[in-house]
């Protein structure tokens, strides 16, 4: 099994570009969420789904859109790229239920200049 | 929102010590804590977790102790390993379908 892929690991954008990062999974977990990890910030969830057609907004969802049309995938989308937006980005998925870990993804840094 | 304050936020230990990292955590109505293991450059992977009908779990040299009266659980690495280095993060249930993450410790294992 892949587990939780993302893609692209690295990006620089440019204020007020707007770009995509991917995430899939295949292990069939109904869990999705995206974290952002910041130096002395630890993770931050930006938002997360529990299944196909139902996400919602988690800690700091200000700038980011999520979708979640499959099971698999759940992309997340910069409206306009800030420099505050400068992080590593993951991806995390588990089955639902709080007796879970997750399994993350290996991440994508993203630059804003 | 629950809060997890963990620390220490960095430690040293010499190879063969034992590494300690502590959290504490508010409320949670849900009983789940795990440990994750982050390595430069890679996403955080599960450790180890713990439910606190029991007050303590142990795998190989990493175990977890809980105490539920005082809302803290901590992370022992026994017979540190330089390959241990790493960035340790607890996590506790953070309401529905939600998980607070602590602000993680960088351990370093020196020979």
């Known amino acids: 099994n892949a587990g939780v892929t993302q893609t692209p690991k690295f990006q620089v954008l440019k204020t007020g570009q707007s770009m995509t990062l991917q995430c899939a999974q295949d292990m069939n977990h109904e869990y999705m969420s995206w974290y952002r990890q910041d130096p002395g910030m630890g993770l931050r969830l930006i938002h997360y789904s529990v299944g196909a057609g139902i996400t919602d907004q988690g800690e700091v969802p200000n700038g980011y859109n999520v979708s979640r049309s499959t099971t698999e995938d759940f992309p997340l989308r910069l409206l306009s790229a800030a420099p505050s937006q400068t992080s590593v980005y993951f991806c995390?998925?588990?089955?639902?239920?709080?007796?879970?870990?997750?399994?993350f993804g290996s991440g994508t840094r993203l630059t804003v200049v | 929102q629950q809060q997890v304050k963990q620390s220490p936020q960095s430690l040293i230990v010499q190879k063969g010590g034992i590494s300690i990292i502590n959290c504490a955590y508010e409320?949670?109505?849900?009983?789940?804590f795990p440990w994750y293991q982050q390595f430069p450059g890679k996403g955080p992977a599960l450790l180890i977790a713990i439910r606190p009908d029991v007050s303590e779990k142990k795998e190989g040299r990493f175990t977890i102790s809980f105490n539920k009266s005082a809302k803290q659980f901590s992370l022992h690495i026994m017979d540190s390993q330089p390959g241990d280095s790493a960035t340790y993060f607890c996590?506790?249930?953070?309401?529905?379908?939600?998980?607070?993450f602590g602000i993680g410790t960088k351990l370093q294992v020196i020979p």
């Open positions: 996590a506790a249930p953070g309401g529905y379908q939600k998980v607070t």
């Open positions: 409320n949670t109505a849900f009983d789940y």
């Open positions: 995390a998925s588990r089955r639902t239920g709080y007796n879970y870990g997750y399994t």
